[in-house]
């Protein structure tokens, strides 16, 4: 029997064990882990589950842990299979978050190790010089190069998989490919390769096991290669650079973390401090990167999203619940609507909970310690409006005109802001058919005003 509890998101992947779509906070795990939407399950131990599921042709339903690089994710997953070589529907349930205990290298490099094999759709075995000695795949796409490459055995791996934009020969050092974008003959995807190395103490790897991973859904026409396409057109950072950028940058930042944690050994308090502030650099450095990939997709021409009926109430409760760790840590109590009360709304799900996590996030940045943030519902008319209140220094007339602009931060610097959230959140909140705005007055906190429209038949 499936449990019972409130849904917090639902998600849906395919026969591939692609998730397609996703509400928050699911969505956002799914990115925070390096994959996409639609994209190859980044999670591992979502992946098991669905893979499982699938293959097995019953519901199955369990709790699931997820590291996300920062945090500890634990939820309630259901997840039923549709039918024969078909996909699974996903359910989310008590989702809870909690800081993760610190990570060292090796850690890292397993984590991201394991989720590779589970998204790898060829393998292959190589000496200590990169030859092929074995190659296993069960993709159709793939089919002509398993066959060429296990008729190449005792050649070089990169005759037949080509680093892209590498002219040196081959094969260079085994660091220098592992993670290199690779050119896949026939295929309009794009692949990856990850080299594990067989390593002995004291010794040079005496092998490798290549995997061959691709980022992108098989089949996906919004994910094949268009070389003539216009520069413009394309999605440079949300399709190109966040993939690639997200996993070593969250290695980065696990790595520094260990060092300053002195986890790998004893450190004069100096390098601590330095690690720490690569650390830092590291987090603002990812989370522009998700604000500029999120800027891509609000600007594209035509972008729209999915509204559906929502209930505004249960999303305020959500989003406080995923940010209470961080507000605990400054002593701030978030106010969130009661559990009877509800609102509904037309929205998008995970726009919308996307927008309160940033207003949120913003109030408990910017509010001071022991100080509290309300969360309030209003309906007015054919309006539905949640407004997040904070006791922070607040606006001038003239801040309240800016802070909504394309990378205004108001003059503050090292405060972790991209200068992008409130920018992207009003664009996500007047695509969905309303409206984002502020009340403030200098020392008086601040008021976000998110207005959709209400549903008039709930």
Not at 101 to 110: H, L, S
Request: charged fraction near 25%; proline fraction near 6%; charge should be negative.
């Amino acid at each position: 029997m499936l449990m019972e509890g409130t849904i917090l998101a639902r998600g849906v992947s395919d026969a591939q064990d692609r998730l397609l779509e996703a509400d928050e906070p699911l969505a956002g795990l799914q990115q925070r882990c390096g994959g996409g939407l639609p994209g190859a399950i980044a999670v591992p131990e979502l992946l098991e589950l669905v893979r499982k599921a699938r293959r097995y042709g019953f519901r199955l339903a369990r709790a699931v842990a997820a590291h996300d690089g920062n945090d500890v994710i634990t939820a309630w997953v259901e997840v039923e299979p549709q039918g024969f070589g078909e996909g699974c529907q996903i359910v989310v349930r008590n989702w809870q978050t909690a800081p993760a205990p610190m990570e060292d290298a090796a850690a890292v490099e397993r984590r991201r190790t394991m989720t590779d094999r589970h998204l790898a759709e060829l393998s292959a075995q190589l000496d200590a010089e990169q030859r092929l000695l074995a190659v296993s795949s069960d993709s159709a796409e793939l089919a002509s190069l398993a066959a060429s490459m296990s008729a190449g055995f005792g050649r070089a791996w990169t005759e037949f998989l080509p680093p892209e934009k590498i002219a040196h020969k081959q094969p260079l050092h085994w660091r220098l490919l592992d993670g290199a974008r690779v050119v896949v003959p026939g295929s309009r995807r794009a692949w990856r390769i990850s080299l594990v190395p067989h390593m002995r103490p004291g010794f040079d790897p005496a092998g490798f096991e290549l995997l061959l991973v691709s980022d992108t859904p098989a089949g996906s026409a919004a994910t094949l290669r268009e070389p003539m396409e216009p520069l413009l057109r394309r999605s440079l950072v949300g399709q190109d650079l966040a993939p690639v950028l997200r996993q070593p940058i969250s290695r980065i930042i696990a790595n520094a973390e260990t060092i300053r944690t002195r986890l790998a050994g004893p450190l004069p308090d100096a390098y601590a401090e330095y690690a720490g502030e690569i650390a830092g650099a590291g987090k603002l450095l990812l989370g522009l990167l998700e604000d500029l990939a999120d800027l891509e997709v609000v600007e594209t021409e035509g972008f729209s999203t999915a509204p559906d009926r929502v209930d505004l109430s249960e999303l305020a409760r959500q989003a406080a619940g995923i940010l209470n760790v961080r507000a605990r840590e400054k002593g701030i109590f978030i106010e969130a609507p009661h559990p009877a009360e509800n609102l509904p709304a037309i929205a998008e799900y995970r726009r919308v909970l996307q927008v309160l996590l940033n207003l949120i996030g913003n109030a408990i940045r910017y509010s001071p310690e022991g100080s509290q943030v309300w969360i309030r519902l209003e309906a007015i008319g054919e309006r539905a409006r949640i407004i997040v209140a904070d006791q922070g220094p607040g606006l001038s007339e003239d801040q309240q005109g800016r802070v909504f602009e394309k990378f205004e931060r108001l003059g503050r610097s090292g405060d972790g802001g991209s200068g992008l959230g409130l920018y992207i959140s009003r664009s996500l909140a007047r695509a969905m058919g309303g409206d984002l705005v502020v009340e403030s007055a200098p020392g008086q906190g601040a008021r976000f005003i998110l207005d959709v429209p209400a549903d008039l038949e709930a």
